[in-house]
């Protein structure tokens, strides 16, 4: 049987993962990036460094020249076809890799597959941004991924943007000051409107400047502060708005949801309760709540050989993806 | 008496305003350049295009040497002492004048000065972006103008961004499409989300695309469309608290109000009314509406020379400009 090797890559706001698999010997090899989503970096930087990823896992595998059968990037923020072309491209230029070799796509394709592998399912991204995905019979539904300007229910951004509105209306005194707005303030210095102003315009990445608040935030509402509930629960509820869209659209009677993100993950225990209440309040029906199986570097190369319609290479490589990419 | 070369300069998002004013023979030589605003193009940029538009007014006045006593600069977007320091130095290297006779501040001071002159009041800015600023007894107090990622309620970017969202939300499923959603999706050509992603995001400057939309919400609200009313009517309503602020931390019983940008000045009798009621109702007294009264460029002139302390430079101006710069 041919040699296969095969690479995934989950291009986000805050890091990259990449796997380099090799799936005659079984073998996966990991390796993490900085940020790299294209929307915030730029394409330039973005294949820069996602082809240093691919090189890594290619060299740790003993590979010197790049050979891989696949290099399959989830990436957030490609917003269209012909953006996620001009990235393929360049990526193929800088790593070696044959272009008809190379698959770009939206991360919630591999945030699906890293849960649900390749079965159908829906899934709730809360990362840096925030999307829901679904996949049934063949079909695909998104809602939202609208990007941090006019979307991103319930993400880190959003949680960070909500907290520092309630610093500034604090500051400017709009409105009495939340212990929230006061915590925030101590916590990053800011004493005065332009302080906050600074911090998120002055940022070389005002996005990721305000997701980082969202630890704070979640913090906070673990601890039981009113403010902080106010603001989770009020970006849960839009985006549970958008899980049901998904539910609905599919139109299955008892859907398989599943949630990933780095949100998601640093708070499971509480955010899984919340989104399923919330959910099954609005839906009125019992919901079933999946968590993510595989990382998500292997489950972009996953989504990436079912977008090449190779059910053969498919098999083979959930073989070794079941081996060696549990979480 | 010495001849007066004075320059003003409003540096908005999406255009700009210069002035040359020559006290001595009374004259003003206006001409606009596109958009400046350091935080939406770049301090690099937005210096070349305000140069440019400094060079074209001396020009004109019959100047080859560059030799004004000011070049003040109100402009958009400057968060802090030290930006609008790095603005300066350049715009200085550019235009060839000494950097002592450069000042750059924001622009809600030109604006303030185009109402009021060099008396007290209370001036809230409506254009791409927003913000309130008065001054009273030597005092000033800022409320808003937090930009287009944590603020500008009731600018013409919050207005477009409401619209996009309503447009998303339709487009998506989420909720029934409102006859505005319907409205912009037409006009713009999007027929699915990522049409419109593709719109905000690849746009070279997404903050004025989404701002480019409040002309279509306006004048939606003016046919009487009942989506337009709540978006603009709930945008006004977060922006009156910000007046209503400025006016309380300022303690004057009877405020002299004045507004001005692009969005108050093209629905100026619908808006003027809004504002008012609004206001009057938050507060429980009557407030005094006040006009622009000359071109913000000249605004920019009086603001910079308050703030160089020069009073008898001061009074020369105001004497050519209130013959010359009149609205």
Redo the contacts between chains.
Sequence with gaps: MEKLVLVGVDSGATKTEAVGMDTTSQVCVFTTEGPSNP?VVGIEKSSAVIARAVEKVLTSLGYEKPTPHIVAVGAA?V??KS?ADVLRKRLSVLSGVPADRVVVFEDELAAHASVFLSSDGIVGVLGTGSCVYGEFAGHSV??????????DEGSGYRLG?KS??EV?ECL???KECSSLAILIARSMGFSS??D???Y???SEN?KTA?ASLATMVMKAYRDGDNTAARIVESEIDEFV??VA?VI??IGVSSPKVGFTGSVYMENRELLRHLLKKKLEELLGIDIEIFEQKVRASCGAIIAGLKLKNDSTMLARALNTIEKCCLC
């Excluded at 998104?142 to 979307?151: A, I, T, Y």
Aim: net charge positive.
């Design positions: 929307s923020g917003v269209n953006y998104r809602v939202g991924g609208w990007g941090h300007l006019l979307g943007l520092l509105r500034l400017d005194g709009l409107a332009s906050v102003l600074s998120v315009y002055y005002p305000v708005k958008q869209a609905r659209k």
